[in-house]
Nanobody, 121 residues
Framework: QVQLVESGGGLVQAGGSLTLSCAAS????????MGWFRQFPGKERQFVAE????????RYANSVKGRFTISRDNAKNTVTLQMNSLTPDAPAVYYC??????????????WGRGTQVTVSS
């Protein structure tokens, strides 16, 4: 059974940092694009960052560019989101996701259950 499990969420003060981790199990995602999304209350899930299978190519939402860093360890089947200079906002649930197929652009098909991040002012 394929599972993505996020961890590392919590409460942090504005300006602080938090590291989210996603551990995949059930299959290897070494060639798949891995991404992070977030959802604020009452809003649609939004893209945050993604990293291609090789780990050499990343992409970020404009709102987090320069502050967040996505990385992966294919040997451990994990992906990490380092979040710095966090700004106060409503609590958001951060989701880890993996693309359907390795090495070619495909939709995100595997999702974790999310971890909540709250940034206080």
């Amino acid at each position: 059974q394929v599972q993505l499990v996020e961890s590392g969420g919590g409460l942090v003060q504005a300006g602080g940092s938090l590291t989210l981790s996603c551990a995949a199990s059930g299959r290897s995602f070494s060639g798949n694009t891995m991404g992070w999304f977030r959802q604020f209350p009452g809003k649609e899930r939004q893209f945050v960052a993604e990293i291609l299978g090789t780990g050499r190519t990343t992409r970020y939402a404009n709102s987090v560019k320069g502050r967040f860093t996505i990385s992966r360890d294919n040997a451990k089947n994990t992906v990490t989101l380092q979040m710095n200079s966090l700004t106060p906002d409503a609590p958001a649930v951060y989701y880890c996701a993996a693309s359907l197929v390795a090495y070619i652009p495909t939709r995100y098909a595997y999702w974790g259950r999310g971890t909540q991040v709250t940034v206080s002012s």
